[in-house]
């Protein structure tokens, strides 16, 4: 197994699984399940133990593997300078040798499998992409600045849908160049990746480079955080060569062309930081600096803000094999919980799947007339 | 049998807290020190003094041991389960129940981190702290507390157990009681003037009870912080400098440190000393004392201040500090454990030669220490080892070092502090007969059934 060799120097001290200000538990899996086992260093321990044929790989194991969200909370807090890089490599190639024993749990095979057959987890043909576009107007990409990529929640998931019709109406609104292509773009493989199956995410990123190719795009705005980081950080690898942006990172700058009506209410916002957008490419300020823009919102913060982030638990794949699972201790009702302690009305979300993700959060927590969960677009462009 | 105890214990605290799985099984055999592993049936995981009393009552009925746990930080593997049965993860017990700034005191549960009680306290309390060890802010102070630990204000306030204020503890026969004004009044204020029962269970590694409850002291919080760091070369002119800097009685907390590396450091013996003011002016005054108490040393030219770029004194100012266990990553191998033991200053010189003697004899990577308790009244002497866990034949070494670093400690008159099982025996041995048979029938009136953390502290 890769990163095999820096199993055994985890000292299980446990700085990985809070904040750096300490507050409470920001290990999704750890949360949800409190288990030592489920802990950043339980699982860097037991990966050890099951090289050493010391524990079999069983269905638990295989559970405890696949219910790490890659939020990188580990990775930012861990007590090990350098070694800390590598954790999240360690618990991906952890999962990518489980898959090769073929001990996945099922909800991961069948994620893998839609997305294999399918080119998108929904399992969706790839002849109904367009259907988010419904109303919208949206150009056909040619020769326009950008290529707006929706990626699999936007494109196929109802609320998902609605999130990316909005952001691309604000694209609109700021005067932004961008089209859309409707053909045959398969899942970014963020999350197939992370999920430890690499072979599957390069031959998705490899369809997808060759149509972009074929499309002359340059520049790219993802919806997705988590497309963000594929397309950024691991396409290049594969041969892209795009300049790639999230969303909130161009319509921060074009916040200056938009005019907002004059009679809104003031309300009070909290905005949660995507994994994929804040901890994986450190980007805190693009998002904020759009809300802060809009009049009548005040901005406040959460305990874990930033850095110390809590994640919603729908990372590595989380978001469609539910492995992390609900319960009071899962970090999506955690996290609304904390928003509403913070004094916010609404909960902003920079991310389809965390915008899903809290907004179930609000139901279970029985918090709908306290806090409501909106995405940075639609909360903007309810303001115009 | 097995599979009743876990049936029966899914029905109190819920099958998702409760497994007997390998997984689980091997994870909390073993901690991060140098024992060796010893497997419980079944981790459980309470949310309430209920459910843990519940618990004790089962394994009162099937006879099984528990053994009580907060992070297993430890590093002495008392959180082993010697004899099997159920270790009790106390960390959902985790929430901060009552702060009393007046009276400056917090009651919190049996699970609650360190890490967390900052946190709350700097955002509901900024004019309150307590005094955080320096494991790492997992660390639950109910476990740190069971075993007199120490910390950041430990020179002001004594040993970790001195600053407890009550307790509310599930007995091993299952009867819930509290120690302290608590059991009298509503307040958690103190122990006195109450005969002092919470001395039953704190320095007995998890034997005599669970703690659900506990009140800490807090103190004030400054805003202005400064550490001094005093430099020496000699080893038999510790115990007087400690002695003249902590009659200033400023100091909040002071911890000599004796390392090979970095290089600037090897051969040196330095205190640090830590304080703080409300004021500018005060700070500079209590710097000034700090600094008058040593001066015969200055001018006679052994032994000094040392001058800190801001970096080095931020790093120094970090509560908890991460340089123990960035220790444990010395030798790539994730493993440090470490003697610390509890003993009069006047037997520093001896400790620090006994730790050098010991690292060269066992070729072990070393980090030796102490952080005095009290205005001088003792010291926690450590003696850490930094290990590979990969290499076997490094861990023995380790370990070797370790048990002849105990037997060195008694020898001088020193107590190994939070005592391995075999450190027991030792202490066992060297302990005053009635005292030890005292303990055994203090245990078998509270422990009819011997269910509690068997194994430790038994002949
Ligand atoms: C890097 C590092 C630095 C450290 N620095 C310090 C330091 O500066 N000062 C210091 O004092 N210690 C220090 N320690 C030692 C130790 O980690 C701490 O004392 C820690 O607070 C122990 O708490 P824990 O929750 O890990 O206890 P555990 O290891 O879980 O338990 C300790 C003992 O208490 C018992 N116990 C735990 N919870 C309960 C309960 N609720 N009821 C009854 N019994 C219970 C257990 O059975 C066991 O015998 C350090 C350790 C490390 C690894
Ligand atoms: S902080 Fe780093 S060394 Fe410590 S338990 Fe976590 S991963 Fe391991
Ligand atoms: S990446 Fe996040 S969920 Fe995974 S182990 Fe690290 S902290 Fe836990």
Redesign the pocket.
Known sequence: MEHEDILHRC?R?GYCKLPGNYVDINCPAYLSFRFETYSPGGRMWLLRAWLDEKIPASKRFAEIMFSCATCGNCVEHCAFPEFRDRLLLAFTAGKEALLDAGQAPPAVRDYLTKVQLHGNPYGKSVKKSSQWMDGLEAEPFSDQEYLFFADDVGTYDPRGQEVARSVATLLKQAGISFGVITEALNSDGNDVKAIGETPLFEELAAKNIKILNQFNVKKIITLSPHSFNALKNDYPALGAQYQVFHYTQVLAFAMGNINFSSDNEDVTVAYHDPCYLGRHNTDYESARMMLRSVPGITLVEMDRNRKNALCCGGGGGNFFTDILSGGDGSSARVRVREAVEAGAQILAAACPMCAVMLEDAVKAENLDSKIQVQEVSEIVNQRL | MTTDLITRLEKIVGPRFVSGAAEERYLYSM??GTMPPSEPDVVVMPANTEEVQQVVRLANELKVPI?????????SG??RALRGGII?D??R?NHIIEVNPQSRYAVIE??A??GMLKSYLKKHHPQLKHS?????P???????????????LSVLGG??SDMLTGME?VLPSGEIVRTGSCSVAGEWFGRSPLPDLSGL?LG?????????K?GIKLFPSYKHNDVLVFVAEDADQMPDMISKLTSTQVAEDMTPWMTPKPDWAKGFLHINIAYGAHTKKELTFKRNLLQASVKKYIDDKVAGFLPLPAPQKGRFLQI???D??R??DLRKGGG?E?V?AIMAIEHFPQAYRAGLEIAEKYNVSYSLGA?IIGAGHSM?FFFAYAFNRADAEDVKRASDALEATNTAALAMGGIP??AEQPAQQQIIDQMDPETFALMGRIRSVLDPNGIM?PG?WEK
């Open positions: 000292f001290c | 901690d991060q053994v009580p746990m907060g992070a297993g930080l430890v590093l008392l959180t009790l106390m960390k017990m049996g699970g981190a360190q955080m060890p320096d494991a790492p997992i660390a639950t102070l109910a476990g740190n507390i069971c075993i007199h630990g120490s910390g950041h040993s970790h503890v269970f007995w590694s998890g034997t005599t009870g669970i703690v659900t506990l908890p500090s991460p123990l266990v220790f444990a440090f470490y610390g952080r926690m502090w939070k953390n430790n």
